[in-house]
């Protein structure tokens, strides 16, 4: 994925705890430009702008990937992550930023479903392994 593709993204930063400037929670800001693995600038809605590593970083799950684990998994969740599933899955198909905000809200506030609807702002690339085969 293109890096100009995800500036404005709305995501979620933890940052490393040698990063942390005194918040002990995650932050909800708006990804505005990715310099390198090093340098993704972030500003937040009360105003200033910092700049974090990519595994500090991420954003909501494509809303059909929400959708689908909900069908596949939800009976064998806790049903507190259930509901705050389906509340994330519902906020994002609104679309606004305020309705995106609110779904990583309640995504930091509910570690239990993190995993399930949060992922990293760049995906890991797969490393494929060749075979040589000799003749």
């Excluded at 806790?78 to 679309?95: C, H, N, P, S, T």
């Excluded at 905000?101 to 479903?113: E, K, S, T, V, Y």
């Amino acid at each position: 994925m293109k890096n100009e593709i995800l500036n404005g993204t709305p995501v979620l930063v933890r940052p490393a705890p040698e990063n942390d400037a005194g918040q002990s929670t995650a932050l909800i800001g708006v990804l505005t430009y990715i310099r390198s693995a090093s340098e993704n600038y972030v500003r937040f809605p009360g105003g200033g702008e910092a700049y974090y590593q990519t595994d500090e970083i991420s954003k909501l799950k494509d809303k059909q990937e929400v959708f689908n684990d909900l069908n596949k998994n939800g009976s064998s969740m806790e049903v507190a992550d259930f509901k705050a599933m389906y509340k994330v899955m519902l906020l994002q198909d609104r679309g606004t930023s305020q309705a995106l905000f609110a779904a990583l809200a309640i995504a930091r506030d509910n570690p239990g479903m993190q995993g399930r609807v949060l992922e990293p702002l760049i995906p890991q690339q797969k490393q494929e392994i060749g075979t040589a085969v000799d003749r």
